[in-house]
Every structure is written in structure tokens, then in C-alpha cells.
């Protein structure tokens, strides 16, 4: 550590201090920035979807398709209502919520380092007694008290920008957690329209598990007539109760994740378990979701996805940590002083207590004192470590880029695999539709000629337990298709604008806080930018560049 200092014992006056405090002012706001300015990494991506040209995907390229209330594509209020709680009540989104908080006033604390790092009242009282045997105390005041009352300051100047550099990578972390709060909302949103149209299949699944109970138990009364009167054998007595027994069991299975889906639900609400009843208006039908889906252009999931986004902002905070680390590598200057008025009074031979504190001149023009210090410290010998510190930041700064990177392949593959559910789910519905009409008449006819003796009773067995597995699958896979677009319409990022014009804690939460602590300036909304002015879609690549 290398350091010289420049003191100045006495003020010669206000006009020249003044000169001193601009002229450091302009040095400070036009020195440079020592460190690498952030661009944004190359991110690959497709020009178009990979199912661009099925008539069910409507491709915007020309403006950006509305997501911000797609669950209302469902045309379910009962959803609608849920989603609204969520919102209001979810604790996950809370959290994510404070934390936004936490993260702007930390900017707060890296925009007050670029100015004055100390700024403070002082005051002191010091009573000293020097020792009769001490050297060169003949001459001295043996017993007197020291007061003093001021003000001081130290400003380590932002000559390389390190300070500049804190800030933009505060405001960068500030925008990081905002996206994370966003994505945290479009969890939550699809996380509720997904569960409860878990539900709705849930309950139109115990339905028909109900229902073809009660046909195969009628199917067993038949039979045992028939045993009673000896025109069958007991073995159709045996097969008709296996058959009624086994879509029994179907019931419990049904019901407990009827439950555990309920439980999923009020969680998302805030809620501790309860009754369904208490959460949705039962019975209700699965949601249709409708056929065809719209999307914007894939490079549209680099504003739009918030965890895209928050990788991006996470890049470019670390960016900014290299160009702090490699300003040690240059001497830091520094501009300290006191001013305030200061007075001692030695012992007073009259009081055989000693000596006394005596303020009574320590406002006269004789007790002012100051000092202004200019100095520099420059870590010369510390060059192994400050470099060392300066790769350990570049390292951090290139995963955070590659963490990106992987954020917008894994963002395009999401919605391709959301996508290409939501087709098929489509397809296989429409067949097991048909399978589902084809198996009731198959039952109808099987029945009918049992009854008149025309064919065994393991034909009717067949039809019913294949009429059972096709209206449960059906029921599933119609959900599937809703859940599909759920996904799709979650891996595009849709949702988050929920928030936009409200802050992101509850109002009693807020309300709150505010009674413990000056939240002012912090807590209230601000539109942030969601991605159009991160930067510049054109600095991008895609797959075939």
C-alpha cells in the first residue's frame, strides 16, 4: 500500500473552498470508467416455429399477440375468480414481492456511495490529566478538558468509475428482481388454472366412475337373477362382480387426487386446506380451451419471458462487478475535512474538585478550526490479488452469459413442447370421443342381447370395461388439451401484466411497513421496463447466422 496525504490546517476562505469542492465535482463526473461495457450475449434462437404451418397456429409476426389475461380464452369466471386470489393472497408471490423491495433499497445504498461516504455531526467532551513525570510537561496544562463540536466529511472520488459501475449494476439487479417477481406471478397463474381444471377431470372422471357402477351394478342384479334360475353359471355371477368391483376402485383413486388437487389449489390461494366447496361452485365442466392458439415471432420470448429477462439483467450486473474489481488496480483518491468550532480550559486552583467542563466560548470566532485533506491510496503490491479478484468476476459475468443463453434455448423448447402437446391432445380427444360413442353402443347392443339369450355375458364384461376405460380417458385427455394450452401460454411468458399499476406487496403489508420504516420513494410503484429497452433485438443472433 502506497499513500501520500496533503493537509490543509486552515480555510483561506469560502470562495476558494468553493473552487475546490466544483473543481473536484468535474473531475469526479467526467472521469472515466475503467471495465468493460455490457453488450448483450449472443442469443440463438429460431425464425419460426416448428409447427408455424398447422392451420391451428396463428403466427403474428407483425405485432405481439395479447397474453396478459389468457386464462380468459377458457371461458371460465369460476377460473377468473381464482386467479384474482392467487394474486391477492399467494405467499410465494409476496415474497418475491419484498424482495423487489429489498433489491431498490440496495440501489439506494450503491447511489449513496458515489457521493460523500461520511457525513456526519460530531461532538466531543475529553477530560485529560497529564502525569507530572511525563517528558516535556513541565510547561503544560496538567489538567484540562477538550470540547469540540462539528461537522466532517471523506469522500473517496469516483475517478474510474467504480462507484458509476455499483450503481448500473444495482439498477440492473433492481430490473433482475422485478423479472423475477414476474415470473413468480406466471407460475402461479398457470399453476391455479392448471390445478383447477385438474379438478373439473377430477370430478367429471368420478362421474362416470359413478355412473358405470351403477350400470354394472344393474349388470350384476341381471346376472344373478339369471344364476337363480339356472340359465347361467356362476361364473358370469363371478366375472360381473370383478368387473363392478374393479371401476369401484377406480373411485378412491379419483377422489384422492380430487383432494390432493384441492390442497395444491388453496396453497396457491394462500389458503390452509378446506373443503372444494369452499373454493369453486361444483359441479362444473372441464374448460374447453379453444382450438387454434396465436403467437408472436420466438425472438418475442426475449422481452417477454420474465426468467429470460432476469438472466439477461443478471449479465449485465456481473458485467459491471468486472469494471468495480479492476478499478483497484488504480490509486483511489480521497477528500476528507472537519469543520466546527473548538475550546479547552485548564484547572481551575479554586474548586478542589479539579477541573471542569466549560463550554461558554466555544462559539467565538476563535474556537472555529477545520482542516481539508486531499490524499491517494494506491495498493501497488496488491496487484496478485486485485487480478485475481478482476478473472474470478470475468468468470461469474461469462456464466451468467451462458446461463442466459441456456434460459432462451430452454424458453423456445418449452413452448415447442407446449405447442405440440396442445395438437395432439387435440387429435387423440376427437378419436377417443369416437371410441367413447362407438363402446356406449357396443354396451347398449351387448346387453340387449343378453338378455334374449343371444351371446355369453363375457361380450357385455368386454363392453363395459372397455366403455369405462374410454370415458376416463376421454375425460383426461380432453383436460389434457386445456392443460396444453396452459403450458403454451405459460412458456410464452403470458400473465405477468397482473401486476402493472400495482405495487408488488399486498396494501396491508404495505401499510405496515410503512409504520415501521420510511419506505418513501421506495415502495411506490414504478413502470419499469419490461424488455423493449433492454436492448436491441438486432444485436442478436439467430440459429442461421
Not at 457521493?115 to 516535556?136: K, R, W
Not at 359413478?210 to 340359465?231: D, M, P
Request: one cysteine or more; aromatic letters at 10%.
Amino acid at each position: 500500500m502506497f499513500g501520500t496525504h496533503l493537509r490543509l490546517r486552515k480555510f483561506e476562505g469560502g470562495t476558494r473552498c468553493s473552487f475546490v469542492v466544483a473543481s473536484v465535482m468535474v473531475l469526479v463526473l467526467s472521469g472515466c470508467k475503467v471495465g468493460p461495457d455490457y453488450a448483450p450475449p449472443d442469443a440463438q434462437f429460431a425464425q419460426d416455429w416448428l409447427h408455424a404451418e398447422d392451420g391451428r397456429v396463428r403466427v403474428q409476426p407483425e405485432e405481439t399477440p395479447d397474453y396478459s389475461e389468457w386464462w380468459k380464452a377458457l371461458n371460465d369466471p369460476v377460473l377468473d375468480g381464482l386467479i384474482q386470489k392467487a394474486y391477492a393472497q399467494n405467499y410465494s408471490l409476496q415474497l418475491a414481492g419484498l424482495r423487489v423491495l429489498e433489491v431498490r433499497a440496495q440501489r439506494g445504498i450503491a447511489v449513496g456511495q458515489f457521493f460523500p461516504q461520511l457525513q456526519e455531526a460530531v461532538g466531543t467532551v475529553a477530560g485529560t490529566h497529564i502525569s507530572d513525570n511525563a517528558a516535556n510537561a513541565t510547561l503544560l496544562d496538567k489538567k484540562f478538558w477538550d470540547s469540540s463540536i462539528g461537522f466532517q466529511a471523506a469522500w473517496e472520488l469516483d475517478f474510474w468509475g467504480k462507484f458509476r459501475r455499483a450503481i448500473e449494476s444495482a439498477d440492473a439487479a433492481v430490473l433482475a428482481s422485478v423479472a423475477t417477481y414476474d415470473d413468480v406471478l406466471v407460475s402461479v397463474i398457470a399453476g391455479v388454472a392448471a390445478t383447477y381444471v385438474e379438478i373439473r377431470a377430477f370430478e367429471e372422471r368420478l362421474e362416470l366412475a359413478r355412473a358405470n357402477v351403477a350400470i354394472q351394478k344393474r349388470s350384476l342384479e341381471i346376472t344373478e337373477v339369471r344364476f337363480k334360475r339356472g340359465a347361467v353359471t356362476e361364473l358370469d355371477v363371478a366375472q360381473a362382480r370383478t368387473n363392478l368391483t374393479a371401476t369401484q376402485a377406480l373411485i378412491p383413486l379419483l377422489e384422492q387426487g380430487r383432494r390432493q388437487a384441492a390442497n395444491r389449489l388453496c396453497t396457491l390461494l394462500g389458503l390452509p386446506p378446506q373443503e372444494i366447496q369452499q373454493l369453486i361452485e361444483t359441479p362444473g365442466d372441464i374448460p374447453t380451451a379453444p382450438g387454434e392458439v396465436a403467437l408472436g415471432v420466438p425472438a418475442e420470448l426475449l422481452r417477454r419471458r420474465p426468467d429470460v429477462r432476469r438472466a439477461e439483467r443478471l449479465a449485465a450486473a456481473q458485467s459491471e462487478r468486472i469494471g468495480i474489481a479492476r478499478a483497484d488496480f488504480y490509486p483511489s483518491f480521497t477528500l476528507s475535512g472537519f469543520t466546527g468550532f473548538q475550546t479547552s480550559n485548564g484547572y481551575d486552583p479554586l474548586l478542589d474538585y479539579g477541573p471542569k467542563p466549560d463550554f461558554g466560548n466555544i462559539f467565538d470566532a476563535k474556537s472555529f478550526t477545520g482542516f481539508v485533506n486531499f490524499g491517494f491510496n494506491w495498493p501497488i503490491l496488491n496487484y496478485g490479488r486485485i487480478a485475481g479478484n478482476v478473472r474470478v468476476q470475468d468468470a461469474r459475468f461469462e456464466q451468467a452469459a451462458t446461463a442466459y443463453k441456456d434460459a432462451v434455448i430452454r424458453a423456445a423448447a418449452e413452448v415447442e413442447d407446449a405447442l405440440i402437446a396442445f395438437l395432439r391432445s387435440q387429435e387423440r380427444a376427437e378419436f377417443l370421443g369416437q371410441s367413447v360413442d362407438a363402446a356406449q353402443r357396443s354396451v347398449d347392443l351387448a346387453l340387449t342381447q343378453y338378455t334374449d339369450g343371444a351371446c355369453d355375458f363375457t361380450r357385455v364384461l368386454n363392453t363395459q370395461a372397455a366403455l369405462t376405460a374410454q370415458q376416463d380417458g376421454h375425460a383426461a385427455a380432453r383436460a389434457s388439451v386445456a392443460l396444453s394450452l396452459i403450458g403454451a401460454y405459460r412458456a410464452l411468458g403470458g400473465g405477468w401484466e397482473l401486476r402493472k399499476g400495482n405495487e408488488f406487496i399486498p396494501v396491508d403489508m404495505a401499510e405496515r411497513m410503512r409504520a415501521r420504516s420510511d419506505w418513501d420513494g421506495v415502495m411506490s410503484i414504478e413502470e419499469t421496463a419490461v424488455g423493449e429497452d433492454l436492448f436491441d433485438l438486432s444485436t442478436l443472433s439467430d440459429s442461421g447466422s
